[in-house]
């Protein structure tokens, strides 16, 4: 228990709240939630299940007419068929990861992870006793990896390849051509699954993305890690779902059935009113946050030391902060401390997150030019400092 790791995310944002009650005014982007409401008519659904008498427990994969407007939602933004008996819908996008990874993971075995990328993956696979191992993700690509790189890791030893795309912490893409490679490179490795994590998937900004879900030669060894906590804004609500092969979803149930037995009800029929509801609120966010990224990029781009590249997809900033002469986690202490803004130091998602910041860009723009202005303010102010 000793060696499981936790989420920086969490440290910071305690830290930030305790210098709030000291009076002092802090900007909070350590915090990877968007800042709006759940929809009014998904709170309402959740509402009337509760008034309805919705109380109880429910089957423990999730009750049918969820799992089939998962189904269909799948087939609107996909293309592709997937059977209402393959969804599990668990509480929360991290339990899809934490099944997957502990089924897959026991010493001796391997599991390639994104680093960046979000810590949870690397703390469970060491939890599980397996080797993590990193793929990397470089800035030159536009933290997309190389299929070849990629597949270029795999040994006898690996079980598992999780991937995710849009990335969480760097906003990162993978072209739907590096998946292809990738896709077709996993053919000479039948004995590794591939958990495809894609939570970020309707936060796109340029272009699209591309779900693995539209490989049908690896659908016998993937899983499909989605939810409603950042698309609907309903990270409080515990809800998320995953798509788990034929062979593979009965063995899911069963973790579940030990673990949580099922997600609350009410929040499953709020989930139904999310998938089958208007799309216009969800749209209307992702039109708030590409604003936002359209003004926020070039704000930190004109910052002294900074350079950022410009995401296409979830909500987060990660610019290289190299030239400021700072470690990522000097940085981001002093930030806090001293600018009153919380950051997050890259390397709280691997060591390849040396030399960066992340900044969550789900604040109001006002507040987002605001905390450009503070770090500006006291990049100059060190700056001079140390000249004199
Ligand atoms: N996957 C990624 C890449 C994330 O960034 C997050 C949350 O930050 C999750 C999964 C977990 O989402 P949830 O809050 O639904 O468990």
Not at 45 to 57: F, I, P, Q, S
Not at 173 to 193: F, N
Not at 234 to 241: I, K, P, S
């Amino acid at each position: 228990m000793h060696g499981l790791g936790t989420e920086a995310a969490f440290e910071v944002l305690a830290r930030a709240n305790a210098l709030r009650r000291q009076g002092r005014d802090i900007i909070n982007l350590c915090i990877g939630q968007p800042d709006f409401p759940t929809p009014g008519h998904i709170v309402e659904a959740g509402r009337k299940a509760l008034a309805d008498g919705h109380h109880g427990y429910t089957e423990a994969n999730g009750i049918l007419p969820l799992r089939e407007a998962v189904a269909a939602d799948i087939v609107r933004r996909h293309g592709v068929d997937v059977s209402p008996e393959r969804v599990l819908v668990v509480p929360g996008g991290k339990v899809t990861m934490f099944f997957a990874i502990m089924m897959f993971g026991e010493p001796g075995a391997e599991i390639i992870h994104p680093c960046p990328g979000f810590p949870v993956y690397e703390n469970v696979i060491r939890f599980s006793g397996a080797t993590a191992v990193p793929m990397p993700l470089y800035e030159s690509k536009g933290f997309s990896f190389s299929a070849e790189e990629v597949l270029g890791l795999i040994t006898p030893r690996t079980r598992l390849l999780i991937l995710n795309s849009p990335a969480n912490p760097t906003g990162g893409v993978v072209p739907k051509e590096e998946l292809d490679k990738l896709v077709a490179g996993l053919a000479r490795h039948p004995g590794v699954a591939i958990m495809s994590d894609e939570i970020y998937g309707e936060m796109i900004y340029d272009g699209t993305y591309t779900s693995l879900l539209r490989y049908p030669e690896i659908a016998d060894r993937l899983i499909i890690l989605d939810g409603w906590s950042k698309t609907y804004a309903m990270t409080g609500w515990r809800l998320g779902y995953g798509v788990w092969p034929e062979s593979l979803v009965r063995p899911a149930e069963r973790l579940a059935i030990n673990s949580h037995s099922c997600v609350n009800a009410s929040a499953q029929y709020a989930g139904i009113a999310a998938l089958t509801g208007p799309r216009e609120p969800v749209n209307r966010m992702v039109k708030a946050f590409a604003e936002r990224r359209d003004a926020f990029i070039p704000a930190l781009n004109a910052l002294p030391g900074l350079s950022c590249r410009m995401p296409g997809g979830a909500f987060y900033a990660f610019p290289n902060i190299a030239r400021t002469g700072l470690d990522a986690r000097t940085l981001q202490a002093r930030l806090l401390e001293e600018a009153g803004v919380a950051a997050l130091a890259g390397t709280s998602f691997g060591d390849m997150g040396e030399g960066y910041l992340r900044f969550s860009y789900a604040a109001g723009l006002d507040t987002l030019l605001e905390a450009a202005k503070r770090i500006g303010a006291w990049l100059e102010r060190r700056n001079a400092s140390e000249e004199a």
